[in-house]
């Protein structure tokens, strides 16, 4: 096993459907149990690839910024920003009142 340890034993479904707080019905569990085996025996054969030497990686595929580089602009002067508002006092923007 070049990979890892393997995941030994049974996740019990009724176990951790009595944690998560699920009724399951017996059939529910069984097709949840047979999953969870299929699930980790899975992941098993996925631990016993040989990964020695192969870099670690958050994408499959390089991944670049498209974004324009961040250079500061002036911005809005006071007068400017506050000529479309539909309503404005005292200087500032005017906003309906949404807590009583």
């Keep these: ?3 890892g340890k393997q995941i ?6 009724r176990y951790v459907a009595h944690l998560a707080r699920l009724d399951l019905t017996d059939a529910e ?3 949840f149990q047979r999953q969870m085996d299929h699930i980790v025996e899975y992941v098993n054969q996925i631990r016993e690839v040989d990964v020695e030497g192969v870099e670690p990686t958050a994408h499959a595929v390089a991944v670049q910024n498209v974004f324009r580089e961040d250079a ?9 920003a506050l000529a479309n508002a539909p309503e404005q006092a005292m200087g500032q923007f005017k906003v309906p009142i949404i807590v009583e």
Excluded at 8 to 13: A, C, K, L, S, Y
Excluded at 72 to 80: S, T
């Design 8 to 13: 030994t034993g049974r996740i019990d479904v």
């Design 72 to 80: 500061a602009r002036p911005g809005l002067d006071h007068e400017q």
């Design 1 to 3: 096993m070049a990979g």
């Design 29 to 31: 569990r069984d097709e």
